[in-house]
């Protein structure tokens, strides 16, 4: 497409960080939640490794979700692992623009030191790498099968392509394919003003902005704009995922 371009996650991420610092966010990086606590009126008490924490709102922005501190959620977002694979330096320039295929499960480009990086193909493995969280190793099938895709899709490529560094993540995805964005419904157990906007996938880049923003106009009371209805987590969606 010739409006297309690229996108640092990374750099966007950091963007954000200090554009809400800047606006009075604190962020404590490395801080583990515990546990919530309700303390009798509408506040609620956030037990951390830091300390302890009184909210009027709680927000569920994570990939994926502890059972312990919200269960009913663990039934709808579920761990996926991806794989990918960074190859050396070909030495020169071949894509200008990331691509993708195979409905999403094979998306590559070629980053500023020329390396080829390529993940995705799960779905040469039976179950498709749902459920698992250990990040410590690899498939060797889904790693073999990033490296056929090369082979046999690019034969231009250099001869040669020596894999630099295989590593794998987990990737928080909802059952139904949708995010989920709003309110969590009342469930026994549950607390009031708890938020989320989790579930999103591999595929959550080009709608989080939009949805992070729908969200803070839901609980500043505002309605949002531009808002996706098949996002909010209804109770018929929790339902359906059990």
């Known amino acids: 497409r010739p409006n297309g371009g690229t996108l ?28 919530l606590q309700r303390t009798g009126g509408d506040e609620i008490r956030v037990r951390t490794s830091r300390g302890n924490i009184a909210a009027q709102h709680i927000v569920f922005a ?18 996926v692992r991806g794989q990918v694979l960074a190859t050396r330096p070909v030495g020169r320039r071949i894509w200008r623009f990331g ?35 250990d990040i410590t190793q690899t498939n060797p099938r889904v790693g073999e099968a990033l490296r056929m895709f090369l082979r046999d899709q690019f034969p231009n490529l250099p001869q040669r392509l020596e894999v630099a560094y295989e590593c794998a993540g987990v990737m928080g995805a909802s059952k139904d394919g949708l995010p989920l ?39 500043t009371g505002e309605v949002p704009t531009n808002f996706v209805g098949a996002f909010r987590p209804s109770t018929e969606r929790f339902a ?3």
């Open 181 to 219: 964005v709003g309110r969590l419904p009342s469930f026994p157990g549950s607390f009031l003003n708890t938020w989320l906007i989790v579930g999103f996938g591999g595929h959550g880049m080009p709608v989080i902005p939009g949805a992070a923003l729908a969200l803070a106009q839901m609980i």
């Open 240 to 242: 359906e995922s059990v």
């Open 99 to 133: 691509l993708g295929t195979i409905d999403g499960f094979a998306y590559w480009h070629q980053d500023a030191l020329k390396r080829i990086v390529i993940g995705g193909m799960r779905h040469v493995v039976p179950g498709m790498e749902v459920g698992f969280t």
């Open 8 to 35: 640092s996650p990374a750099k966007l991420a950091v963007g954000l960080a200090e554009a809400a610092v800047r606006l009075g966010a604190s962020i404590k990086t490395y801080t583990d939640v515990q546990e």
């Open 62 to 79: 994570t990939n994926t979700v502890e059972p312990r501190l919200l269960p009913a959620l663990s039934r709808v977002v579920e761990p």
